[in-house]
């Protein structure tokens, strides 16, 4: 067996938390007058909250802030998108996941986490996945966010595994640049996809157990 265990991006991968991205962001975009679409959403999929205020204060042309008052911005954006997060269920683990996930577990593979997020275990909470996976690596016990392959390599360095008999699994091009960098095979879903990023660029999540049936 080429793969021992499969590593999961959690937003847009497992679950989809986009929506409550995206008006947490976009909430505090207006409150700084800075212009914030979509398009400028996809730029920080995948990018820690500190590093997406910094890009979105790329394009603040107000009062110079000062560290506080930018640690004071990323808090509030966090307050809001937990706000978003308490409103979910386990009805949001989409059931081609929960399959995928039922059915590698059952053909023998280490399952985790490789997340940005510090809120990481709350969304597993919310969706009735607590304690399900192998390991959890987050934004809790790492330093450096995508595409620095850190969270990667702490979820494999977790389960005992080395990078090479891992797959990751990602939806954000920088994820996809991460896991390569770890030395890590990965398996892209939508925009990462889309844009070929990964070793397998798949349609769906529950194409990877015909993939790994097949290695």
Known sequence: MRYKAVIFDLDGVVCY??????????????????????????????????????LILERYT??????????????EKNTLYRRFLHQMTPADLPPEVKRTLDAL?????????GSSSKNTPLI????????FFDAVADGNCITRSKPDPEVFLTAA??????????LVVEDAVSGAQAGH????SVACVGAA???????????????????????
């Open 17 to 54: 938390t986009d929506e409550y991205h995206y008006g947490a962001w976009k909430t505090l975009a207006d409150k700084l007058g800075v212009p914030f679409d979509r398009s400028f959403n996809d730029r920080l999929r995948g990018v820690s909250r500190k590093e997406s205020l910094r």
């Open 62 to 75: 107000g009062p110079a802030l000062t560290d506080a008052e930018q640690d004071a911005l990323a808090e």
């Open 105 to 113: 577990r059952q053909a023998g593979f280490k399952l985790a986490i």
């Open 124 to 131: 597993l909470a919310r969706i009735g996945l607590t304690g």
């Open 157 to 166: 360095a977790m389960m005992g595994e080395e990078p090479q008999h891992c």
């Open 181 to 184: 960098a770890g030395g890590f």
């Open 193 to 215: 996809a889309r844009d070929g990023a990964g070793d397998y660029n798949i349609l769906s999540i529950i194409d990877l157990v015909g993939i790994l049936e097949q290695l």
